[in-house]
């Protein structure tokens, strides 16, 4: 399979400590073009990552004809204009979490991406690394039991300056961090809330800076989702079924030497045990499997539905803002 060339719009921390690495040890993308809408920035940065091209505005990334696919990792309220835009261009997206800002946006982005032929991809990251995938099968194989509940927690101490205080741009712990536990949620349900809940800690801006989900799946599968940014880093995921409960660790996050913990007993005696996963760059497993969705024609995780986590975090923004 020819690699896939790649055209990001944007120069900041996710592209400089994920995307541009995940490209660089991916088997199907290659870095082709950056652009920056800060005058100088991306031929810096082209020359410092070794990308062909740079332009000095979004737009001309998209006119560039040798560009195939782009990454978006502007901030939320952009995602949907440069989506739709990319679409009409011809160019496949893989698009930052979250989607969008509302679920009509997510639709008409889906939309603009089916009738022009080319992938939209949510990029959550962590369900690509073979220890999300692991984790999820040994689910399956049913080795702890019918689930009876998921708990996700991500949560860190923000600089009080940082943009994500700012309700306009997509600001709030639900939308940057949240929206992991909701994903992890779906990914290890391998279903869609039939309920949702939730309540907030609001900043006076008006984002949440702390927001608890609760979420419930057919059969009565609980999820507990608690996101921050004004409490210690915290980063993990716990699947609790009727016969014990798999831990993952930096969930979203893994270190390179990660592991799935497992204990297969209900009275807590039994030690951990750690079972190795292969290493990997997460980042570089996402570009391969979005490069195999645009040689299928369609996402090779088909439960990687953006507009479905979009219905929930919505839903759960709105549940949390009605209680004040």
Avoid at 100 to 114: D, G, N, Y
Wanted: glycine share 8%; charged share 25%; net charge negative.
């Amino acid at each position: 399979m020819a690699r896939v060339k790649f055209g990001i719009l944007g120069c900041g921390r996710i592209v400089h400590r994920g995307l541009i690495p995940g490209l660089r040890d991916s088997q199907y993308g290659v870095l082709h073009a950056l652009a920056s809408e800060r005058p100088g920035v991306a031929q810096e940065w082209a020359q410092m990552h070794g990308a062909a091209k740079a332009y000095d505005s979004y737009q001309a990334i998209l006119d560039d004809p040798e560009v195939e696919a782009v990454y978006i990792p502007c901030t939320g309220e952009m995602h949907h204009r440069w989506t739709i835009a990319a679409a009409r261009a011809g160019k496949h997206v893989l698009c930052e979490k979250p989607l969008a800002l509302h679920v009509e946006e997510s639709r008409e982005m889906i939309s603009a991406c089916r009738e022009a032929g080319v992938i939209l991809q949510e990029a959550f990251m962590w369900r690509h690394h073979p220890r999300a995938r692991m984790a999820r099968d040994l689910v399956r194989q049913g080795v702890i039991g019918p689930i009876r509940q998921i708990v996700a927690s991500f949560s860190f101490d923000i600089d009080r300056n940082d943009w994500r205080l700012n309700p306009a741009r997509g600001g709030g712990a639900m939308w940057d961090v949240g929206c992991y536990g909701v994903n992890c949620s779906r990914f290890f349900a391998e279903n869609e809330p039939i309920r949702i809940d939730a309540s907030a800690h609001w900043w006076p801006s008006g984002v949440d800076m702390s927001m608890r989900i609760g979420l419930t799946f057919p059969g009565e599968i609980l999820a507990n989702i608690d996101c921050s940014f004004e409490q210690p880093y915290r980063c993990q995921a716990e699947i609790v079924g009727e016969q014990g409960r798999i831990l993952l660790e930096d969930a979203f996050v893994p270190p390179d030497n990660s592991v799935i913990k497992i204990k297969r007993n209900v009275d807590g005696a039994t030690p951990w045990e750690e079972i190795p996963v292969p290493m990997a760059n997460q980042y570089a497993e996402q570009v391969n499997d979005f490069c195999r969705s645009i040689a299928a024609g369609q996402l090779v995780d088909p439960g990687e539905d953006g507009l479905a986590n979009m219905k929930v975090l919505e839903l759960a923004h709105a549940t949390a803002a009605a209680r004040g």
